[in-house]
């Protein structure tokens, strides 16, 4: 399974979004967490002394490196097209990880989440950055790991979650959690809907204002369309100020959506996926 997912990764290219973009100063920075190095992937909107919204980008379990990074890659730089100073955090840096399985994941999980914590103050102290708008965009396991994260630290402002779910005793960790889009293909024989059916529950009895949207016909892999449209939704999510308005605004991106019927998962709250 992770081998399809690398494949599909390979051949992604960059997202070609509608109508105008704004320029992208790409940079490679750090920081330091658990003692080591933290490798930084920086897309940025082109603009001296502005601050802007930024989005601390999750990678899957394939990780950052050669082929299964061009995917995360793809994400991160459209958003920043878009007005979200993004981040590509190496999180996998914190433990010396590669690619990661099931077995690894188990062992590693709060160390990774410990990694974000820590990228969330080096990315407010950013100078582009303003610091009461740091959100999470996670991918997969990246998704995973946000939830973690987003569960036991309040600066996080917003939550973007593209094929996730919630992971094993993690739900006893959530006391409170900011706002989360859930994006989700109905295909997905990776991270099946349940997993996030289960995630939206717990979240939903949080309090939590949790918007999902599900792309029919859609695997682990999104189509470029697709992918098009988690950067628009996401942005839009990412750059609002207040729960209000954001409300309206997702709302309104609802209302431009072409609807379709799609079946319900039935829910699996016991279910473990493996994680690309």
């Not at 002394?49 to 379990?61: D, E, K, T």
């Not at 999180?91 to 188990?106: I, N, R």
């Not at 900011?178 to 109905?186: D, I, M, S, Y």
């Not at 949080?206 to 999104?222: D, I, N, Q």
Request: proline share 6%; hydrophobic share 40%; aromatic share 6%.
């Amino acid at each position: 399974m992770l081998s399809g997912a690398l494949l599909l990764a390979a051949c992604a290219g960059r997202l070609h979004l509608p109508g105008h973009v704004q320029p992208v100063e790409e940079s490679s920075l750090s920081f330091t967490s658990l003692g080591r190095t933290i490798q930084v992937d920086a897309y940025v909107p082109e603009g001296k002394g502005q601050r802007h919204p930024a989005a601390i980008v999750l990678h899957g379990s394939g990780g950052i490196h050669v082929i299964a990074g061009q995917s995360t890659q793809r994400y991160a730089e459209a958003l920043a097209t878009r007005g979200i100073a993004t981040y590509v955090v190496h999180y996998f840096d914190g433990t010396g990880t590669f690619t990661a399985d099931d077995a690894l994941e188990a062992r590693e999980y709060w160390r990774w989440v410990r990694v974000v914590h820590d990228a969330v103050g080096w990315a407010r102290a950013r100078p582009e950055v303003r610091p009461s708008r740091v959100g999470l965009f996670g991918i997969s396991l990246g998704a995973y790991v946000a939830v973690g994260a987003a569960a036991t630290d309040p600066r996080i402002a917003r939550v973007v979650l593209l094929s996730g779910g919630l992971e094993p005793g993690t739900a006893d960790s959530v006391r409170r959690f900011p706002a989360a889009l859930l994006l989700h293909g109905t295909d997905d024989d990776v991270v099946p809907m349940a997993a996030e059916d289960t995630l939206a529950r717990v979240l939903t009895r949080h309090r939590a204002l949790v918007t999902r949207h599900r792309y029919p016909g859609e695997g682990h892999s999104f189509a470029d369309s697709a992918a098009v449209d988690v950067v628009e939704r996401s942005a839009r999510f990412l750059r609002d100020g207040t729960v209000e308005t954001l409300r309206e605004a997702l709302q309104r991106t609802e209302q431009l959506a072409v609807p379709h019927a799609v079946p319900q998962a039935a829910p699996r709250d016991t279910v473990r996926p493996r994680i690309p």
